[in-house]
């Protein structure tokens, strides 16, 4: 008995020493292989990841079919093919060890990109229209979310970095950071055609469209090459930052020595004694291009008197606040310090011995590039000591420095990610292999100021991507830009008005649709609550489009123009049932050779629009809802806006950007 006791245990031992022995295989899926995932349907699906074992076997519930592939440098790859949608499935991978994904559907697999109104939230920073309300409902087990981290790099890779451990089922708690655009265009085509959708959102707000273009399809147009020689060569990206600081320095003397705050360098408005009774009033904190300058942008000084007890002026004073883009500060004359950059909070320290019983003077002097500026924030603007809070919101005095009209350009330095092709490098090459059903793209907004280069830049996009996920045909729909900015009496330039027609001329491309926007815009918000409507809008594109369904998707698109006398006729596509929405017609303005537009009557005539004004006794060019916030009224039998248009090829405000 002892004897065969002692054999057994030997026998164990030598199973035990030989099983410590072998090598455990593991399998390695990219980020975007997870449970809950989407894949598209009707497809030949790629499927890949690393082992260390010698082959590995994928079996699919769906087909019950195996798939097996020998490793090789570690790598695997098989192409699944895929049914008509449904699920929930799962896929089994065997390389020695077994790794199952859950929870898989088979449906549509949609790419959301762009820039912060793509990647506006329903909650968080966004808190769009109802937010709460739309949240609680969010109960889409059938959609699926995965979320791309923010990455940029030099070069394509491999890996998509993304949140919450890949692909998660949309409910309430998992939606309230994901895009809110991207989840109101899956909702109603899921509402409308119940197929499962997958949404992988990529997006990265205040980026340019360059930055999400490959450098190779960039090269064919050579604006960009010496920034992306610079991303290549260490040596060259060392010049190019040695040149664009010494130009900046240039400019920015430039700027001082135009500054009607300085003399010969000196800061004459920060002086205590500076007469500024002749100076207007603003409420700060907030911007001043919605407190009466429109859409300035420039230097503007502010000044403020305080007065100060003995007791507070004893220490050093700190005083913390927001600007928009770049400012200054002095207290009493003594220049305190300065800071660049529109998303820095300002903190300073105020030296007791610049402070004086009694009145004391705070001059704050911005410089605002593009957009919104001013001191901004909420009302918690204040000079503090350890014990007091003396509150600086209310009225300050301003002045104009000098207008960047008469400025030459500020030199620009792509840097991070929006170098070009930084983002596409991260950010879209690691999912060129995953078999996707379109694209929905929201972005624009930081190319405006090169809104006639976009021109090039948003069709190369779309070829480039087109050509990278190996469909030509790769449904491809995108926002216009919505309105902005203050309103004008008179019609005017605007480049966002050019970079809404660039996007109007992208539709010349195959497959492609576009949502207008310029009814549900905000005039003092560049991120609008409504995407509700945006989402929507871009669904119905997808749904006529791609899921042949009866739906109207577009407003009046320009077609074609004619001059008889002094009355324009212009015709359209989309133009059944054309109309005014709400009153008469509007937004229309007209110009003769001398190229000086003026406001238009117009009236409907058999399907067309009539366009005339007394001004104008001979007409030569038309322009619809030219602005940056315009109000014009024309629309079809789909309630949708009319895209802005202009009949003339006139040089614009951004044609000689780049």
């Given at each position: 008995m002892?004897?065969?006791?002692f054999?057994?245990m030997i026998?164990?031992?030598?199973?035990?020493?030989?099983?410590?022995?072998v090598?455990?295989?593991?399998?390695?899926?990219?980020?975007?292989?997870?449970?809950?995932?989407?894949l598209q349907?009707?497809?030949?699906?790629?499927?890949?990841?690393?082992?260390?074992?010698?082959s590995?076997?994928?079996?699919?519930?769906?087909?019950?079919?195996?798939?097996?592939?020998?490793?090789?440098?570690?790598?695997?790859?098989?192409?699944?093919?895929?049914?008509?949608y449904g699920?929930?499935?799962?896929?089994?991978?065997?390389?020695?060890?077994?790794?199952t994904?859950?929870n898989?559907?088979?449906?549509?697999?949609?790419?959301?990109?762009?820039?912060s109104?793509?990647?506006?939230?329903?909650?968080?920073?966004?808190?769009?229209?109802?937010?709460?309300?739309?949240?609680?409902?969010a109960?889409?087990?059938?959609i699926r979310?995965?979320?791309?981290?923010?990455?940029?790099?030099?070069?394509?890779?491999?890996?998509?970095?993304?949140?919450?451990?890949?692909?998660?089922?949309?409910?309430?708690?998992?939606v309230a950071d994901?895009s809110?655009?991207?989840y109101?265009f899956?909702?109603?085509?899921?509402n409308?055609?119940?197929?499962?959708i997958?949404?992988?959102?990529?997006?990265?707000?205040?980026?340019?469209?360059e930055?999400?273009?490959?450098?190779g399809?960039?090269t064919?147009?050579?604006?960009?090459?010496t920034?992306?020689q610079?991303?290549?060569s260490?040596?060259?990206g060392?010049?190019?930052?040695?040149?664009?600081n010494?130009?900046?320095?240039?400019?920015?003397?430039?700027?001082?020595?135009?500054?009607?705050?300085?003399?010969?360098?000196?800061?004459?408005?920060a002086?205590?004694?500076?007469?500024?009774?002749?100076?207007k009033?603003?409420?700060?904190?907030?911007?001043?291009?919605?407190?009466?300058?429109?859409?300035?942008?420039?230097?503007?000084?502010?000044?403020?008197?305080?007065?100060?007890?003995?007791?507070?002026?004893k220490?050093?004073?700190?005083?913390?606040?927001?600007a928009?883009?770049?400012?200054?500060?002095w207290?009493n004359?003594?220049?305190?310090?300065?800071?660049?950059?529109?998303?820095?909070?300002?903190?300073y320290?105020?030296?007791?011995?610049?402070?004086?019983k009694?009145?004391?003077?705070?001059?704050?002097?911005?410089?605002?590039?593009?957009?919104n500026?001013?001191?901004?924030?909420?009302?918690?603007?204040?000079l503090k000591?350890?014990?007091?809070?003396i509150?600086?919101a209310g009225?300050?005095?301003y002045?104009?420095g000098?207008?960047?009209?008469?400025?030459?350009?500020?030199?620009y330095?792509?840097?991070?990610?929006?170098?070009?092709?930084a983002i596409?490098?991260?950010?879209?090459a690691?999912?060129?292999?995953?078999?996707?059903?379109?694209?929905?793209?929201?972005?624009?907004?930081?190319?405006?100021?090169r809104?006639?280069?976009?021109?090039?830049?948003?069709p190369?996009?779309?070829?480039?991507?087109?050509g990278?996920?190996?469909d030509k045909?790769?449904?491809?729909?995108?926002?216009?830009?919505?309105?902005?900015?203050?309103?004008?009496?008179?019609?005017?330039?605007?480049d966002?008005?050019?970079?809404?027609?660039?996007?109007f001329?992208?539709?010349?491309?195959?497959?492609?649709?576009?949502?207008?926007?310029?009814?549900?815009?905000?005039?003092?918000d560049?991120?609008?609550?409504?995407?509700?409507?945006?989402?929507?809008?871009?669904?119905?594109?997808?749904?006529?489009?791609?899921?042949?369904t009866?739906?109207?998707?577009?407003?009046?698109?320009?077609?074609?123009?004619k001059?008889?006398r002094?009355?324009?006729?212009l015709?359209?596509?989309?133009?059944?049932?054309?109309?005014?929405k709400?009153?008469?017609l509007k937004g229309?303005?007209i110009a003769?050779?001398d190229?000086?537009?003026?406001w238009?009557?117009?009236?409907?005539?058999?399907?067309?629009?009539?366009v005339?004004?007394q001004?104008?006794?001979?007409?030569?060019?038309?322009?619809?809802?030219w602005a940056?916030?315009?109000?014009?009224?024309?629309?079809?039998a789909?309630?949708l806006?009319?895209?802005?248009?202009?009949?003339?090829?006139?040089?614009?405000?951004t044609?000689?950007?780049?």
């Amino acid at each position: 008995m002892k004897r065969n006791f002692f054999k057994k245990m030997i026998l164990v031992l030598a199973l035990f020493v030989l099983s410590s022995n072998v090598v455990t295989a593991t399998v390695l899926l990219p980020s975007f292989f997870t449970d809950n995932m989407v894949l598209q349907q009707k497809s030949a699906v790629p499927f890949w990841g690393e082992s260390d074992g010698k082959s590995v076997t994928i079996t699919t519930s769906w087909d019950k079919k195996s798939y097996t592939k020998n490793v090789t440098n570690g790598k695997w790859n098989v192409v699944l093919k895929t049914p008509v949608y449904g699920g929930p499935y799962t896929i089994t991978i065997h390389d020695g060890t077994i790794k199952t994904l859950n929870n898989i559907l088979i449906g549509e697999v949609w790419l959301c990109s762009g820039q912060s109104n793509m990647e506006m939230p329903l909650e968080g920073w966004g808190k769009i229209n109802n937010y709460k309300e739309e949240i609680e409902n969010a109960n889409y087990p059938q959609i699926r979310l995965l979320q791309a981290e923010h990455i940029e790099s030099t070069l394509p890779l491999n890996t998509l970095t993304v949140q919450h451990d890949g692909w998660n089922v949309c409910s309430r708690k998992t939606v309230a950071d994901f895009s809110a655009t991207a989840y109101f265009f899956a909702r109603k085509i899921y509402n409308e055609k119940k197929i499962p959708i997958g949404l992988i959102h990529s997006s990265w707000g205040g980026t340019l469209i360059e930055a999400w273009t490959s450098s190779g399809a960039l090269t064919t147009i050579h604006d960009f090459d010496t920034e992306i020689q610079a991303m290549k060569s260490e040596t060259d990206g060392a010049a190019l930052l040695q040149k664009y600081n010494a130009d900046l320095a240039d400019w920015e003397m430039k700027v001082i020595g135009s500054d009607k705050g300085f003399e010969t360098g000196k800061a004459i408005w920060a002086t205590p004694n500076f007469d500024d009774t002749s100076w207007k009033t603003m409420k700060l904190p907030s911007f001043f291009d919605s407190n009466g300058l429109g859409n300035f942008d420039g230097v503007v000084w502010f000044r403020k008197k305080v007065t100060l007890s003995e007791s507070i002026i004893k220490k050093d004073l700190s005083i913390s606040y927001l600007a928009d883009d770049d400012d200054m500060i002095w207290v009493n004359g003594n220049y305190i310090g300065e800071t660049k950059g529109y998303n820095v909070e300002r903190h300073y320290t105020i030296p007791s011995k610049f402070l004086n019983k009694g009145e004391n003077t705070i001059t704050i002097r911005v410089f605002d590039g593009s957009g919104n500026g001013g001191i901004y924030g909420d009302e918690n603007f204040a000079l503090k000591s350890e014990k007091e809070t003396i509150s600086l919101a209310g009225n300050w005095k301003y002045s104009i420095g000098i207008d960047s009209k008469d400025l030459p350009a500020k030199p620009y330095l792509a840097q991070g990610q929006n170098r070009p092709s930084a983002i596409y490098n991260a950010m879209i090459a690691p999912l060129l292999d995953y078999k996707i059903k379109g694209v929905i793209w929201y972005q624009g907004e930081s190319n405006a100021e090169r809104a006639y280069q976009y021109q090039k830049l948003f069709p190369l996009l779309i070829n480039d991507w087109r050509g990278k996920f190996k469909d030509k045909n790769l449904p491809f729909f995108f926002v216009q830009l919505a309105n902005y900015k203050q309103k004008k009496e008179q019609p005017t330039a605007s480049d966002w008005a050019e970079l809404r027609e660039a996007q109007f001329l992208t539709l010349k491309l195959p497959n492609t649709g576009m949502a207008v926007t310029t009814d549900i815009g905000n005039g003092e918000d560049i991120h609008p609550k409504n995407k509700q409507d945006v989402g929507g809008r871009l669904a119905n594109i997808a749904l006529a489009k791609v899921y042949n369904t009866k739906i109207e998707y577009s407003g009046p698109l320009y077609k074609s123009y004619k001059i008889e006398r002094n009355i324009a006729t212009l015709d359209f596509d989309f133009k059944e049932n054309i109309k005014a929405k709400n009153g008469e017609l509007k937004g229309f303005s007209i110009a003769g050779s001398d190229q000086k537009f003026y406001w238009a009557e117009a009236k409907i005539v058999n399907g067309k629009v009539e366009v005339y004004a007394q001004e104008v006794p001979n007409p030569v060019a038309v322009r619809y809802n030219w602005a940056d916030n315009p109000d014009g009224n024309l629309t079809n039998a789909s309630d949708l806006p009319a895209s802005s248009f202009r009949t003339d090829v006139w040089a614009g405000i951004t044609q000689e950007k780049k």
